[in-house]
């Protein structure tokens, strides 16, 4: 077994759009023999983007998983991969599958650099503590620049990147790499689409650069490396090269330094190199160590090992539905062996299900496996109740692994059916896509009856009611994006309230008091403490009240809209021997929610978005023009290139069909991304506005 996981590699491709992130894959496939030819993201061939909406639009809107085989030092690798999307509309998919991967390839594009989805998938990297190394692609492209990508790496991501090769040539000129561990130079053969290369020496008048960069890598080593530091300061001609490698996989594993390989993958330069570097640097199961974990049963730390003789134990990362198999479930296996028709037992729903299929995927193709070992990746057939970071365990050896937090909604739209027979086809339909898709909800308003979809941006949306029309056949009505809106407290107040019912029987009764106001900062949610000395209370009760201010809150006192976060101090109670009861305490909670919240100074949230404009400088004023009237900020503008890159943060409610807007005031030259940044208050006479859309009511707000 441990022979076996030292030659596993469980590994991410994450990068901003467009750094070329499915072609890479695509040639990692080709030239290890997996595909026989080599699809391509322009012309819709691409095998991990098989969704007719990416195929059609050319990005990747959903993580696709494949297995693929390396041989390294003669000896026989297994790389399991997981292609992500660069569009920030759709970071669910890299935040769920950087949880249960060991390491990362991160890509950057040579021209644009390390850009604002390069800035979230790092950090949310760094967030799963997953190893990265990194590539340099598009090599040929005019503006390519190697060197001072690195140089960003280390400014933007605060990275310690460490070059293992440099690029022969640039732009057009672009021929190969040199690979300054072993110094030789490695360039690939146009005429077989790049699977053979020849290895020379180091041309004369690079060897200076090469020498230099040698040194760079001993002193960032040496910083992590005993040997290397004695080496280097004695006699660093004493440095061997499998030295260096160690040096270089242990303080990677580590996420001390981040391997920068460069080539072009469009143009078939540099994947075998890049290969090999997956597997020389990155983690595999065994490196990663045992995984922790909680006992459900008395709350104690526990551990499993990768190991096939320890109790079963995996992480559900995924779900979602195929028109032929129906669910699959992705897992990634951590311990033990599943085998297809294992019982399996949920920890979150304490409850068993049978699995009775297993497969590993490939794209959307499933190869079906009679049994899945400790540090693989698949996924099954059957489970039913079970959800995107769920534990799935040995229902005598249970064990909880830290689940996934995803981010909330901002953006939604109402829609109905065309016809009204699909009424029960929708909120079907409906229910399965918020099961793949944590970011993507469903409301139904208590009072219109009204259906609203929410996501992350216009294009989720957008993909997503294209999904129901396409591939679930339903007709749908759509209205016009709206912003999702949250509610806030300012201000703490201190309520009383006594629920008291006499029906002829059994009455109810609760007695509480509490103080409500905003929660303390950095806590988002509900933030409940009890405060009552002694048993005044049964604990049964104090929970209800708890329960009672956590369903509340998803009502705001003002517009109907959630509320961002509550703190609730439970101060004193009483209750009546016969008539009291939870929901009695629930209800109690419910209605001082509701009288006490409006004396607390409620206001509204509005979400804020990161935006990054690229421009020819003719239209910088005109641009920062237009922000300024979108109630815009300013951060700051930089060069790039002969472009100029405006960062700025403005409301989501200002910047619907903003790509449009861009592409008439600069002629279509200009470029943007956008992504959520935070939640702020809205200006008083804007929240007056909405609430009064919303509910007819005129209230005043106090800020």
């Known amino acids: 077994m441990t022979k076996d996981l030292k030659y596993t590699r469980n590994i991410g491709i994450m990068a901003h759009i467009d750094a070329g992130k499915t072609t890479t894959t695509e040639r990692i496939l080709y030239y290890s023999g997996i595909n026989h030819r080599m699809g391509e993201v322009h012309e819709g061939s691409a095998t991990m983007d098989w969704m007719v909406q990416e195929q059609e639009r050319g990005i990747t809107i959903t993580s696709a998983a494949t297995t693929t085989f390396w041989k390294y030092l003669d000896e026989d690798f297994k790389i399991n991969i997981i292609d992500t999307p660069g569009h920030v509309d759709f970071t669910v998919e890299v935040e769920r599958s950087l949880r249960v991967l060991d390491g990362a390839v991160a890509i950057f594009c040579a021209v644009g650099g390390v850009e604002p989805q390069s800035e979230t998938v790092w950090r949310q990297a760094t967030k799963y503590h997953v190893p990265r190394i990194a590539f340099v692609n598009k090599m040929d492209r005019p503006g390519a620049d190697f060197f001072g990508i690195i140089t960003q790496i280390q400014k933007k991501l605060k990275a310690n990147p460490i070059p293992v090769q440099i690029p022969l040539g640039n732009e057009d000129s672009f021929r190969g790499v040199i690979d300054i561990i072993q110094k030789k130079t490695i360039i690939w053969n146009n005429e077989t689409l790049g699977s053979t290369y020849d290895v020379l020496p180091v041309p004369v008048e690079m060897m200076k650069a090469v020498e230099e960069w040698r040194e760079f890598m001993f002193e960032k080593l040496a910083e992590t490396d005993d040997v290397i530091l004695e080496k280097f300061l004695n006699n660093k001609n004493s440095i061997t090269t499998e030295e260096i490698y160690n040096a270089i996989r242990e303080a990677t594993i580590k996420m001390k330094v981040v391997p920068v390989f460069c080539g072009a993958a469009f143009k078939n330069k540099g994947i075998q190199c890049l290969l090999d570097g997956i597997i020389a640097y990155l983690p595999s199961p065994l490196d990663i160590g045992n995984v922790k974990g909680i006992n459900p049963r008395n709350e104690k730390y526990i551990e499993r090992k990768p190991d096939n003789s320890e109790p079963f134990s995996a992480l559900a990362f995924k779900i979602a539905t195929d028109p032929y198999v129906g669910r699959l479930t992705y897992l990634r296996v951590y311990s033990g062996v599943l085998q297809a028709g294992d019982m399996t037992y949920n920890v979150r729903t304490g409850k068993k299900e049978r699995l009775s299929r297993l497969f590993q995927m490939h794209a959307n193709k499933q190869i079906p496996k009679e049994d899945i070992e400790a540090g693989d990746i698949c996924a099954a057939v059957g489970l039913k109740d079970v959800k995107t970071g769920d534990t799935i365990c040995n229902e005598h050896h249970p064990i909880f692994f830290e689940t996934m937090i995803f981010p909330e909604p901002v953006i939604g739209i109402a829609i109905e059916p065309v016809n009204q027979a699909d009424i029960d086809k929708l909120v079907i339909t409906l ?44 007709q749908i009505n759509q209205g016009v994006p709206m912003v999702a809106y949250k509610e806030t407290l300012t201000t703490k107040t201190e309520h009383h309230e006594i629920f008291k019912k006499q029906t002829g029987g059994k009455g109810k009764f609760a007695d509480i008091l509490v103080s409500i106001g905003p929660a303390d900062k950095g806590i988002s949610g509900l933030q409940f403490i009890n405060a009552i000395k002694g048993n005044i209370l049964p604990k049964e009760y104090i929970l209800s009240v708890e329960k009672g201010f956590k369903m509340a809150m998803f009502n705001g006192p003002m517009a109907g809209y959630p509320l961002d976060n509550l703190k609730v101090v439970l101060l004193n109670g009483s209750f009546h021997p016969v008539d009291s009861d939870t929901i009695s305490f629930e209800t109690a909670a419910n209605l001082a929610y509701r009288n006490a919240s409006l004396n607390a100074n409620p206001t509204l949230l509005e979400p804020i978005m990161n935006i990054e404009i690229v421009t020819p400088e003719e239209y910088m004023g005109d641009i920062m023009s237009d922000l300024n009237h979108r109630r815009g900020q300013i951060l700051g503008v930089d060069n790039k290139l002969g472009a100029r890159i405006i960062k700025a943060q403005v409301p989501l409610s200002e910047v619907f069909g903003y790509v449009t807007v861009l592409r008439t005031i600069t002629s279509g030259r200009a470029s943007s991304s956008m992504e959520f940044f935070k939640y702020q208050k809205l200006p008083i006479e804007l929240a007056a506005e909405i609430i009064k859309r919303v509910t007819g009511k005129q209230i005043c707000i106090n800020q």
Do not use: A, C, W
Not at 446 to 467: A, K, Y
């Open 431 to 474: 229910q399965k896509l918020s099961d793949e898709d944590p970011t993507f909800t469903v409301k139904v308003d208590e009072n219109t009856g009204q259906t609203t979809i929410n996501g992350m941006g216009e294009l989720h949306l957008e993909v997503l009611i294209d999904r129901l029309k396409r591939e679930y056949n339903l």
